[in-house]
C-alpha cells in the first residue's frame, strides 16, 4: 500500500488549497521514494516524465494570435453580434455550442473547439452578451458563474462526443487493451455504445443549461440583496 | 521531416520572448519571478531534448520553487481601453473572427493534408505528430494574417502573450506536470495497488454490485489520476474483465464502452483534470480556482448514475 501515499498527499494538499503545482510534484516525489528509489534518481524520473509530456502545453502557442485579436476586440465583437440577436439566452447559446461540440467531436473534430481557442475569445463573450443584451451590465459573480457554464460546455460537448469517433484515442485504447486480454472488438462496436451515454449528457447538461437561463431570468426581475453583488477590480475584465 | 523538436523550438521562443518581456517591465512587482519562471520553461522547450533526466528535474524543481515562494503573478493591464477596444470591434467587424477560426480550421486541414507528403522519399511530417505540428503552422499561419490585417507594432504579439500567459501563471504548467505525476504513478505501481484495495474491501459475489463498483471505481480512480486513461486499464483488469466478463458472462464490449465513459464523469469533476477544469478557470479570470467543477459536479454524478443504469440493463443481456 505504500505506494498509495503519494495519492494521498495530492488529496490532502489539494483539500488544503495549497499551490496545485506544488502539491503534483511533491505527490511524485513521495511516490517515487515509496517505492524506494533514491532521491537523485526520482528528479530523474520527475525530469524524464515532464520532459516527454512537453506536448502537452503546445496549446499555449495560440496565446499571440488570440491576445493580438483581443487587443483588436475580438471579444468585444463576439459580445456584440450575440447581444443584438433577439432570441439568444445564455443558456441557449451554450445550448447550440453544446450540441456544435459534441457533433463535432463525434465526427473526429476535436480541434474545433477548447478553453484558449474557443472558451475565451468567443464563447464566454457571447454568452455574457446574451444575458448583458437582456438585461443590462453584469454583477462580477454573474459574470463568473456564466464563464464557468461557458467552459463546462466545451468540456461535457468534447468528452461525450469524441467517443463516438472511431479513431479516437480512447477507442483505440480499449481496442488495444481487450485484444492484450485475448478479446477481439470491432472500434465500431465501442462507439456505437457510446452514444447512449451521449444523449444522455446532452440531455442532462442541456437542461441544467436552460434552468440556469431561469435563474438568470429571476435574478434579473429580483435583484438579489446588494450585499451578495461585490464588485471588484474582475468585474470589466 | 519535421518533427514535434520544431514545434518546441517555438514554444521555447514564445516562453524565452515573455520571460525577456517581463524582466524589461520595470512597473511590474513580480517582473523577477515571473521572467526566471518562464525562462525556465523556455530552457526545458529549448534544450529539453538534450539535457540529461537529471538536469531535466531540476529544471522542473527550480519551476516549482519559484512558484512555491509566491514569486509568480500578476496579470499585466490590458494594452487598450475598453472604448479602444470596442471602436476596432467596430471598425473590423466580423473579420476578426477569421484568424482566430483559422487555427483550428487548418489544423484540420493540415492534419488530412499533410499525410502521406513526401519530400525526397521521407515524409514531410512526422506521421506520428501530424495534428501537433499542424496545430504549430496553423498558429503561425494565423498569426501571420492577424498581422498583415491588424498592422500593430512588431513587438505586439509577444506583449500580448505575455499578458494572456502572466494571467494563467502556474496553471499553464500543471497538466504537463500531472501528465508527469501519471508516468510516476504508473511506474510505482499505484493503479495495481488501488484494485487490490478495492476488490479486497468489496464483496463483489452480485453481478450488479461488480457494475456499480466498476462504474464508480473508474470514476473515482479517474478523480485521484485526473486521467480515464490511467483508470481503464486498472480498473478493467483488477474488476471488469475477471468479474463482469469472467465470472457473470458480460458483454465486454458494453463494459469497456460505459465504463470508460464513467472515467469521464470523474474528469468532469476533479482539479486533476488540470486541461479541462483549473486552467479554463484561470483562462478566464474566474476568483475560485474550482468554479468550473462546481458546476460540471452535478452533470458528472448524475451521468455516471445513468451509465451504471445502463451498464446494469445491457451488459449481461447482449
Same mark, same amino acid.
Given at each position: 500500500m505504500l505506494p498509495l501515499i503519494g495519492i494521498a498527499v495530492a488529496i490532502v494538499g489539494f483539500i488544503l488549497r495549497f499551490n496545485p503545482l506544488v502539491v503534483v510534484t511533491v505527490a511524485g516525489i513521495v511516490t517515487g521514494l515509496a517505492a524506494g528509489q533514491g532521491l537523485l534518481e526520482v528528479v530523474a524520473t520527475l525530469g524524464k516524465a515532464f520532459n516527454e509530456n512537453r506536448y502537452v502545453a503546445i496549446v499555449w502557442l495560440l496565446l499571440p494570435v488570440i491576445g493580438l485579436l483581443e487587443r483588436a476586440g475580438l471579444k468585444e465583437r463576439a459580445h456584440d453580434l450575440i447581444s443584438r440577436l433577439k432570441g439568444a439566452t445564455t443558456g441557449r447559446v451554450l445550448l447550440a455550442y453544446l450540441a456544435l461540440r459534441q457533433i463535432t467531436s463525434a465526427l473526429g @473534430?476535436?480541434? @474545433?473547439?477548447?478553453h484558449a481557442q474557443m472558451v475565451r475569445p468567443l464563447l464566454a463573450p457571447m454568452a455574457e452578451g446574451a444575458a448583458e443584451g437582456k438585461g443590462g451590465e453584469l454583477d462580477a459573480p454573474t459574470r463568473f458563474r456564466i464563464r464557468a457554464w461557458a467552459a463546462s460546455a466545451d468540456n461535457v460537448g468534447f468528452f461525450f462526443g469524441e467517443d463516438i469517433f472511431v479513431a479516437i484515442g480512447a477507442i483505440l485504447l480499449m481496442k488495444g487493451f481487450l485484444e492484450q486480454n485475448g478479446i477481439l472488438v470491432e472500434p465500431i462496436q465501442l462507439s456505437l455504445w457510446a452514444i447512449p451515454t451521449a444523449v444522455a449528457a446532452f440531455v442532462i447538461h442541456g437542461t441544467r443549461l436552460l434552468l440556469f437561463d431561469r435563474r438568470l431570468a429571476r435574478e434579473r426581475a429580483a435583484p438579489p440583496r446588494p450585499i451578495d453583488t461585490p464588485t471588484g477590480p474582475g468585474a470589466d475584465a | 521531416m519535421i518533427r514535434l523538436e520544431a514545434v518546441y523550438i517555438l514554444m521555447g521562443l514564445l516562453v524565452g520572448g515573455i520571460a525577456i518581456v517581463n524582466l524589461r517591465d520595470r512597473d511590474h512587482p513580480k517582473r523577477t519571478g515571473n521572467a526566471l519562471f518562464w525562462g525556465l520553461y523556455a530552457v526545458s522547450f529549448l534544450f529539453g531534448s538534450h539535457l540529461p533526466d537529471l538536469a531535466n528535474g531540476v529544471l522542473v524543481l527550480a519551476m516549482v520553487g519559484v512558484a512555491a515562494a509566491r514569486a509568480l503573478g500578476g496579470g499585466s493591464a490590458e494594452s487598450t481601453t475598453v472604448e479602444e477596444r470596442r471602436a476596432s470591434a467596430r471598425r473590423w467587424g466580423n473579420r476578426l473572427f477569421l484568424p482566430a477560426l483559422l487555427v483550428p480550421v487548418l489544423t484540420l486541414i493540415g492534419t488530412f493534408a499533410l499525410r502521406g507528403v513526401r519530400v525526397g522519399g521521407v515524409p514531410l511530417v512526422d506521421p506520428r505528430q501530424l495534428t501537433l505540428v499542424s496545430l504549430g503552422v496553423a498558429t503561425l499561419v494565423a498569426l501571420g494574417a492577424a498581422m498583415l490585417m491588424l498592422r500593430p507594432p512588431a513587438a505586439t504579439p509577444l506583449r500580448e502573450a505575455r499578458r494572456l500567459l502572466d494571467t494563467v501563471g502556474w496553471a499553464a504548467v500543471l497538466p504537463q506536470s500531472l501528465a508527469a505525476l501519471g508516468a510516476l504513478f504508473a511506474a510505482a505501481g499505484v493503479g495495481t495497488a488501488v484494485a487490490t484495495l478495492v476488490t479486497e474491501w468489496i464483496p463483489l459475489d452480485h453481478a450488479v454490485v461488480a457494475v456499480v463498483t466498476y462504474t464508480v471505481g473508474m470514476a473515482l480512480f479517474t478523480i485521484v489520476m485526473g486521467n480515464a486513461f490511467a483508470a481503464f486499464p486498472v480498473m478493467t483488469a483488477g474488476i471488469g474483465l475477471p468479474l463482469i466478463v469472467g465470472t457473470f458472462g458480460g458483454d465486454p464490449v458494453i463494459m469497456a464502452a460505459i465504463g470508460m465513459l464513467s472515467g469521464y464523469c470523474g474528469t468532469l469533476m476533479t482539479p486533476m483534470a488540470a486541461n479541462y477544469n483549473i486552467v479554463p478557470a484561470a483562462l478566464l479570470e474566474l476568483p475560485d480556482q474550482n468554479g468550473v467543477i462546481r458546476v460540471q459536479f452535478p452533470t458528472g454524478v448524475v451521468l455516471l448514475v445513468v451509465n451504471t443504469v445502463l451498464m446494469s440493463l445491457f451488459v449481461y443481456r447482449a
Open positions: @473534430l476535436t480541434s @474545433l473547439g477548447g | -
